[in-house]
């Protein structure tokens, strides 16, 4: 039987339920983090739930637990699901209450749920490289809050999807940002750039670990803002995220990228991702 938390009980999944006046349901009043489980472990958890708390202070919400009651609860939730490589996606809502746009008092309590999923790793993708669309980043101006509110990220997901491609690299008049759903990357005269951790992207737990990467092995490195021309000219493009790992992207926006196939330091900065998460790469 799937296992769930609601608040602070782990129970059936068909006996969870929330309140139709949740906040998280009708205004995307909250926050949520997706953890990857490779090997039975949750891997950065700390960097995950540690994003989860700041996250919800920057909306003034309080988790209702400390991050180690948290972490132990996800880790039984794991184990009582028995998911060896997948995910842990949870989220925390400002609670339930007669709907009206001001917070309620003191009284509503957040509401925290998580529930487990088995994910494969996307194998073939990150082997063979995927396509990207480019759009408009119509989001508003503090995307490094993970908050519930997604429509943009799915507008331009979906948009992506109809052309056929694996995502949408998102730009504000011209400036690159970050993907619908992963932070973007190119390299350009043999440096990895990707936007700076500012209030216009999430600064994502994959994209901490490909700076220390690239830090640890002599990777030129830069958090520097770049445009769409040089996207587009770019000598490789990748996107990272928990779960596209560290993605290739071979055409962009019907252009062939480099040869058309994954660029040497993407394919680096795989391996090295690899090695992290403990998978023998034996290209
Ligand atoms: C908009 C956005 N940027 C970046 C990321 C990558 O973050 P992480 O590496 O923590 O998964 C995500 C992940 O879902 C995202 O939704």
């Not at 205004?27 to 949750?42: A, C």
């Not at 540690?50 to 996250?55: A, G, M, Q």
């Not at 400002?94 to 998580?114: I, M, Q, W, Y």
């Not at 391996?271 to 790469?281: C, D, N, R």
Request: hydrophobic content about 40%.
């Amino acid at each position: 039987m799937e296992k769930v938390i609601v608040n602070d009980q782990i129970m059936n999944r068909s006996d969870a339920s929330v309140d139709i006046e949740d906040r998280g349901y009708q205004f995307g009043d909250g926050v949520y983090e997706v953890i990857r489980v490779y090997g039975g472990q949750l891997f950065t958890g700390d960097e995950h739930l540690n994003r989860l708390y700041s996250s919800a202070e920057k909306i003034n919400i309080a988790v209702p637990f400390q991050k180690g009651k948290l972490q132990s609860m996800l880790n039984k939730l794991i184990k009582e699901n028995d998911i060896i490589d997948g995910s842990v996606y949870m989220q925390v809502t400002r609670g339930a209450s007669p709907r009206n746009h001001v917070f309620p008092g003191e009284d509503v309590k957040p509401v925290l749920t998580a529930y487990t999923k088995v994910v494969a790793r996307p194998e073939a993708s990150l082997e063979s490289g995927v396509e990207a669309i480019v759009a408009d980043d119509i989001r508003w101006l503090r995307c490094d809050i993970k908050s519930l509110n997604l429509l943009p990220n799915l507008l331009a997901k979906q948009a992506a999807k109809e052309q056929g491609c694996y995502e949408a690299i998102l730009h504000r008049s011209g400036t690159v940002t970050e993907g619908s759903a992963s932070n973007a990357y190119i390299v350009s005269n043999g440096k990895v750039k990707t936007h700076p951790a500012t209030n216009l992207i999430l600064n994502g737990i994959t994209r901490q670990v490909v700076m220390e990467l690239c830090n640890d092995n002599n990777i030129p490195f830069s958090e520097e803002a770049f445009q769409l021309d040089e996207l587009l000219e770019a000598e490789e493009i990748f996107v990272t995220s928990t779960t596209s790992e560290v993605m290739p992207i071979i055409r962009i926006d019907g252009k062939v990228v480099g040869d058309g196939k994954p660029g040497p330091l993407t394919r680096k900065l795989q391996s090295l991702f690899f090695e992290k998460i403990g998978v023998a790469h034996t290209k």
